[in-house]
Each structure stands twice: as structure tokens, then as C-alpha cells.
């Protein structure tokens, strides 16, 4: 069964951080990119960040830029985002998801993406 689970969500003040790891299991994420999206209640899922199977290629909303960071270690079968100077409107369900990369594309639209974890909460307030 190919699963993707995420984990390192929870309670944050304003300007804290967390990091996000996305965790795959019964597939390898050496092919796939991967993309991390949230959906806030009453909105739309959007794509936050994403990278190819590589880790050559990111790509950011711009609503996240220089304060997210996305990594991998295929190694491990891993994918992270690390969340800084967080803000309120960071809540939401945030999820992980994989598309196979034959191109080494970055992908962030999350009708593209084949294989979606459960997703994990993350609260800023104080």
C-alpha cells in the first residue's frame, strides 16, 4: 500500500517554527516530486511548495517565500518543510503529496498529484 504520512504539526506561537516531515511507505520517493499544500478552514487546498525528485528544483507560493524551506533526503525516504516566522494565517490541515517526476519538474497544482497523505494541523496563535 503506498502511503505518505506527515507529522511535526501542532501549536505554534506567532513568529515560532515547526518542521514538517512527510514520511512514504510502500514506495521509494526517488521518482516522484512532491508538493506540500494546506487548506484552511472554509478555503480552497493550495499548493504551498514542491520538489523534484532531485531536490535541483523548488518552488514556492508567494505567500510562503523566504520564511519556508522545502528539503528531501531520499535516503530516508523523506521529504521536510521547514515553517519560520510563522503567522496566523499559516493555520491549516497541511498536507504532503507525490507525483512521478519524469521531468524534473516541480509540481504544486493538487489536481496533478497522485498519492496524498492525511495531513497534519498546524495552529499559529498565541
Known amino acids: 500500500q503506498l502511503q505518505l504520512v506527515e507529522s511535526g504539526g501542532g501549536l505554534v506561537q506567532p513568529g515560532g517554527s515547526l518542521r514538517l516531515s512527510c514520511v512514504a511507505s510502500g514506495f521509494t520517493l526517488d521518482y516522484y516530486g512532491i508538493g506540500w499544500f494546506r487548506q484552511a478552514p472554509g478555503k480552497e487546498r493550495e499548493g504551498v511548495s514542491c520538489?523534484?525528485?532531485?531536490?535541483?528544483?523548488?518552488n514556492y507560493a508567494d505567500s510562503v517565500k523566504g520564511r519556508f524551506i522545502i528539503s528531501r533526503d531520499n535516503a530516508k525516504n523523506t521529504v521536510y518543510l521547514q515553517m519560520n516566522s510563522l503567522k496566523p494565517e499559516d493555520t491549516a490541515v497541511y498536507y504532503c503529496?507525490?507525483?512521478?517526476?519524469?521531468?524534473?519538474?516541480?509540481?504544486?497544482?493538487?489536481?496533478?498529484?497522485?498519492?496524498w497523505g492525511k495531513g497534519t494541523l498546524v495552529t499559529v496563535s498565541s
Open positions: 503529496a507525490a507525483k512521478v517526476d519524469w521531468r524534473g519538474e516541480c509540481v504544486m497544482t493538487p489536481n496533478d498529484m497522485s498519492i
Open positions: 520538489i523534484s525528485r532531485s531536490g535541483s528544483r523548488t
